[in-house]
């Protein structure tokens, strides 16, 4: 197993793409602090992780309190003893990112990622400590005039790479994600509101298709784990080539 005897936190993680997070870094041997507000799914991840054999606990907390955060990080300490990976993945709800909110967007689209930074990284043992930030092609290029969350997700890519000077030296790397449309159940809901919407996107997509959760839980797998320990500071999109071709020219 690729994560044995390692300790991860994931924010947002009890839905979407932190739960599959969870559930991967789970599946290869780490135990999992679930951060959530929403307790009930929170805790059925828990027993999902705990009904195929891995090791996680359930923690209710808002990821952009400073408060929740701390709790978080004591508890680690009590159960685990410290900190290897830590995931920043929430997201405020999805009117807030479509109604360009800068209030909700700000607290807990950015803030909480420098929160549960700086309260992770004196708990986290080094070398070896890896921090994952869920950004968005949103941080690379306009899409669906969601000003605010764009440019919340381009100030996670500079945090990170100016943290990742900062903290690499002293053993914790830090890096970013940015996924495309990853069809998660809030997207689902979308698409059946809209039935043409899944097959507009994909045409967007060179690969073909849109993305899945799982997709996003590897790439954040591989740069949590030590097979990763030459990279910092490194932004990996998870896009299916949407941000390195404009299909329009393509026949
Ligand atoms: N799904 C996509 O297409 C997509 C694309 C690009 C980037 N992303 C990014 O991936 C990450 C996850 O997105 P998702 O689509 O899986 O979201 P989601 O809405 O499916 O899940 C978000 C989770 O965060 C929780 N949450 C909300 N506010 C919280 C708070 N204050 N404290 C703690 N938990 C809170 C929710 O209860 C939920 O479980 C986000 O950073 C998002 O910007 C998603």
Redesign the pocket.
Known sequence: MRLQDKVAAV??A?????RAIAMRLAQEGATVAI????AV?GQALESEIERGGGRSFYLH????SQRDIAALMSELKNRCGGLDILVN??????AAVAGNEWDSLTE?CLRSYWIAMNAAFPLMRRPGAGVVN?S??NALMGFGREHVYSGMKAAIIGLSRSMAGEFSPLGIRINCIC????V????KEEFERDPGMQERLTRLYPIGRLGSPEDVANAALFLASDEASFITGAVLTVDGGLTAVNTAFEK
């Open positions: 924010t947002g009890a839905s979407g793409i932190g951060n959530d507000i929403d799914a907390g808002d990821a952009s993945n929430v997201i405020a709800g999805s807990v869920i968005s092609v996924p495309g449309t990853i998660t159940d809030r997207w």
